[in-house]
């Protein structure tokens, strides 16, 4: 199994920045891509973007593209949601996410989740 704790959320407000991290234990040698999703309050889980732990390639959707940069250190089994620009509606916990299973990095299914970090910001 794989275990993922995400850290560094918090309050920002409007324009500012934040960097999570994500890092994992256990089997970490079986993962092959880790995503970021978020979930606002009385809304559904919403994929952030995703990278290829091998390769480094990334994935972000159109929402966050040119803002959120997602970025992996293998040594330290972390990756990192660096998050600039935020706007109020980037307000929702934040998860990371795992995959043991090879799919393109478009694919949002993920058998290893973190328990989530708060992200707010105020306008």
């Known amino acids: 199994q794989v275990q993922l704790v995400e850290s560094g959320g918090g309050l920002v407000q409007a324009g500012g920045s934040l960097r999570l991290s994500c890092t994992a234990s256990?089997?970490?040698?079986?993962?092959?891509?880790m995503g970021w999703f978020r979930q606002a309050p009385g809304k559904e889980r919403e994929f952030v973007g995703a990278i290829m732990l091998s390769a480094g390639n990334t994935y972000y959707v159109d929402s966050v593209k040119g803002r959120f940069t997602i970025s992996r250190d293998n040594a330290k089994n972390t990756v990192y949601l660096q998050m600039n620009s935020l706007k109020p509606e980037d307000t929702a916990v934040y998860y990371c996410?795992?995959?043991?299973?090879?799919?393109?990095?478009?694919?949002?299914?993920?058998?290893?989740w973190g328990q989530g970090t708060q992200v707010t910001v105020s306008s």
């Open positions: 256990g089997r970490t040698f079986r993962t092959h891509r």
């Open positions: 996410a795992a995959s043991s299973v090879y799919s393109t990095i478009y694919s949002q299914t993920y058998g290893f």
